[in-house]
């Protein structure tokens, strides 16, 4: 059943109840006849939680792994075209997905625009290509950065500390959650007490995780935009490694985070006091010498400990070299005074210096060297020389793992489990997230639920109380019926909105459209209906106005409270109310999908979506590092010598830096350019550009120009009337006043 068949009843007191064969004629946008009401019966599989006992079993060579995940991609395609659960040997395979994120598997399959498929590589290429759509194949290449899955041993010994810790289910969050490595592999003594919110934006990983775990709440949407209520028990996961910088309007406290810091200091603040967080993250949330990310989580949390992994802990599963932090917080209960707060701050490693100065990591690490599972040292890396933590040989990590967790905060425990878990809204598959994600529901929508009136508040929804008796709290009960009434229409209104915006036959939900709006306004008159009352004064006779929205102003607090409002045209002379163009006409048209094919085009997206250069989005958008971005973009951006500062560059496209005071960039590209040779490039850039000078003659100035000195204007008239006047100007009203004394009597004030 259909959660608007399971909303209301539209006609079931009319003349037109039962009529679900009636032939409303051709409508606009309708490719044929309405579909008979009557459907073919699907075969039903129960859903089923998957879980991981053991290993994935993985595929030992690249290639085959990169097979494993087509041939997952090829399965999701065929359960959702059959619209069924996954059963247990389908759930194996799809669990196999591990993204494209290894370095191998990148470069073999996702070569830059024009370029061949490595060699070897080409019939897995073309079998993904073949496997998923074309917007798809693009997000896969743009999440390879961000594609890096967390390797059992890492996920389990994480679950075996925090049970240690006293953990007995709730509500448990995972930001990236990818297709759910933390899921799988939860405690099954605690199978059913756990109710997980996994945040996902790739669309395969998150589609995979849902046939996965159908019981729980998968979310497809930009975690940096997602409305998250703040009562969760635990927050876990494995957050994507990136340095872009997050500009998120909605948490201005958390601008100018990187993406990694972004998802931690956000996930924390969605605990409740007394909850736990465990992450996997780079070494850079710890190390990186800006404090801001740190002190802001300190506010609120603390560290209870970290464990550091050596590089190549995660090269086997997920073929990358990072060097890991396990990261173990606890949000402080109210009143709670904060722990040791050495892990703020950096500091140097003794006897490391080798002609570049010494190596500098975070202060917690020196105070407990144990928890370092390597041991600290330079090695090369894209940037030159830098901190590496090499592996130390004999020590077996998924022993020592264990052993290092376990020295973290031993006496700390978990708070008992509210009663009340965090679970999805049961929306009859309506999506819960923000207009710009294209979800069903927004925070603070209307949705009906077994004819229970309910709305999503803190992202999840919430039955509204509505009053009966004597009883003072809740909605009046005729407001709840006209907002129960309205939610047909809004939800129709926004499916001809998105058949259009996608390019889809819209006529039915038109149809659709018309029914619920004819079947509300036969109960409470139009949508805008609009009563005027006109009061008298007695005393001074001013007349003052009023005006209700009766049928408007319950459900003022729905975000698309106004979409509803205007489809109908309303005359508030006559109280009547006729459909609008959205009943019978396109009223929009389907957005056209920027093509990114190389640097340049991502260049052109960055300027048009944030307005500056970004380089680690245009990275993100070409799918490829922000090194092979910079040197693809050319002389299209350059260093900006002005806004720079050592730890942070500024990159302006090259109309921006060639415009404007060119001399001054330039002065500052040369001084710039002394103590980093990068600049010299931009240097050389603003030189070609220098304008030539001027010549006395190609400048004309006139008289009362506000870039004239006062005395030049006096110097002026004297050479010329010979009269020594005195002159004023106030340059801020523009004014120029000369004294008439020096005039008085003399030919030249004629």
Not at 112 to 133: F, H, M, N, Q, V
Not at 351 to 369: K, T
């Amino acid at each position: 059943m259909s959660l608007f068949d399971d909303q209301l009843s539209l006609f079931s007191s009319s003349s037109l109840s039962g009529a679900a064969d009636l032939f409303w004629g051709e409508l606009e946008g309708e490719d044929g006849p309405l579909p008979s009401p009557v459907a073919e019966t699907p075969l039903v599989i129960p859903q089923t939680d998957f879980r991981l006992n053991g290993t994935r079993g993985l595929a030992t060579s690249w290639k085959d792994r990169a097979r494993d995940n087509i041939a997952a991609i090829k399965l999701l395609d065929t359960l959702e075209t059959e619209d069924r659960n996954a059963i247990p040997d389908e759930q194996a395979v799809l669990s196999r997905f591990i993204g494209f994120g290894a370095g191998e598997l990148a470069n073999a399959l996702f070569p830059r625009a024009g370029e061949p498929y490595r060699t070897g590589w080409d019939s897995i290429g073309k079998a993904l290509e073949a496997a998923c759509s074309e917007t798809d194949h693009a997000a896969l290449a743009r999440s390879t950065q961000y594609a890096h899955y967390t390797p059992e041993y890492i996920v389990t010994a994480i679950w075996d500390m925090l049970m240690k810790r006293g953990f007995q289910g709730g509500s448990v969050l995972e930001p990236g959650c990818g297709v759910g490595q933390f899921i799988a592999l939860r405690p099954e003594r605690l199978e059913g007490q756990i109710a997980f919110t996994g945040i996902e934006m790739d669309s395969i990983a998150a589609r995979i995780a849902r046939k996965l775990f159908p019981k729980q709440w998968i979310r497809n949407e930009d975690f940096t935009k997602a409305a998250l209520a703040s009562t969760y028990d635990l927050a876990i996961g494995n957050p994507p490694f990136s340095n872009r910088l997050v500009n998120a309007a909605d948490h201005r406290e958390l601008r100018g985070f990187s993406l990694h810091d972004w998802f931690i200091a956000r996930s924390i603040a969605a605990l409740r006091p007394g909850g736990f967080a465990a992450f996997v993250t780079s070494r850079h949330t710890l190390d990186k010498a800006d404090l801001k990310a740190r002190q802001h989580i300190a506010e609120d949390a603390d560290l209870l400990g970290a464990v550091r992994l050596p590089a190549g802990a995660m090269r086997a599963d997920a073929g990358t070299e990072v060097v890991l932090d396990l990261l173990v917080f606890r949000k402080r209960m109210i009143g709670d005074l904060p722990g040791d707060q050495a892990w703020l701050e950096t500091a140097p490693v003794q006897d490391s210096d080798e002609g570049h100065g010494p190596l500098s990591i975070n202060r917690y690490y020196l105070d407990n060297p144990a928890q370092v599972l390597g041991r600290h040292g330079w090695a090369g890396s894209q940037f030159g020389l830098d901190y590496c933590c090499l592996p130390v040989s004999g020590v077996d990590l998924e022993t020592a793992l264990p052993e290092a967790l376990a020295r973290i905060a031993p006496e700390s425990r978990f708070l008992p489990p509210v009663e009340q878990r965090i679970t999805r809204p049961e929306l009859d598959g309506l999506r819960v997230g923000t207009a710009a994600s294209g979800a069903d529901l927004k925070e603070g929508s209307y949705y009906l639920h077994n004819r229970v009136l309910h709305q999503i508040i803190g992202g999840a929804g919430q039955e509204v109380p509505i009053r009966k008796g004597d009883q003072k709290e809740g909605l009046f009960q005729k407001h709840a019926r006209i907002i129960e009434a309205l939610i047909p229409v809004r939800d129709a209104a926004k499916a001809v909105l998105r058949a259009q915006m996608d390019n889809q036959p819209f006529g039915r939900h038109q149809h659709r459209l018309r029914q619920t709006w004819q079947s509300f306004t036969r109960q409470f008159g139009p949508i805008n209906l609009t009563n005027t009352t006109v009061r008298v004064n007695a005393t001074t006779g001013e007349e003052t106005e009023s005006r209700r929205r009766p049928n408007l102003q319950p459900i003022y607090d729905d975000p698309d409270v106004w979409l509803v409002s205007s489809i109908e045209e309303y005359d508030e002379a006559t109280q009547t109310a006729r459909p609008g163009p959205l009943f019978t006409e396109r009223v929009i048209h389907a957005p056209v999908e920027p093509e990114i094919h190389s640097a340049h085009d991502a260049l052109a997206v960055c300027l048009h979506d944030v307005g500056r250069v970004d380089l680690p989005l245009i990275a993100e958008l070409t799918g490829c590092t922000v090194e092979a971005a910079l040197n693809e973009l050319g002389e299209a951006v350059y260093l900006d010598p002005e806004a720079s500062c050592p730890g942070r560059d500024v990159w302006l496209a090259t109309d921006e830096l060639l415009s404007g005071a060119v001399r001054t960039k330039l002065a500052a590209a040369r001084e710039a350019a002394q103590s980093d040779p990068r600049f010299a490039r931009t240097a050389a850039a603003l030189e070609r550009a220098q304008p030539e000078d001027l010549r006395p003659s190609d400048i004309t100035a006139r008289l009362g120009a506000p870039w004239l000195p006062v005395s030049d204007i006096m110097a002026f008239t004297r050479e010329v009337l010979g009269v020594e006047a005195v002159i004023h100007h106030t340059a801020e009203v523009a004014c120029w006043s000369v004294e008439k004394r020096a005039f008085l009597g003399r030919a030249e004030a004629t």
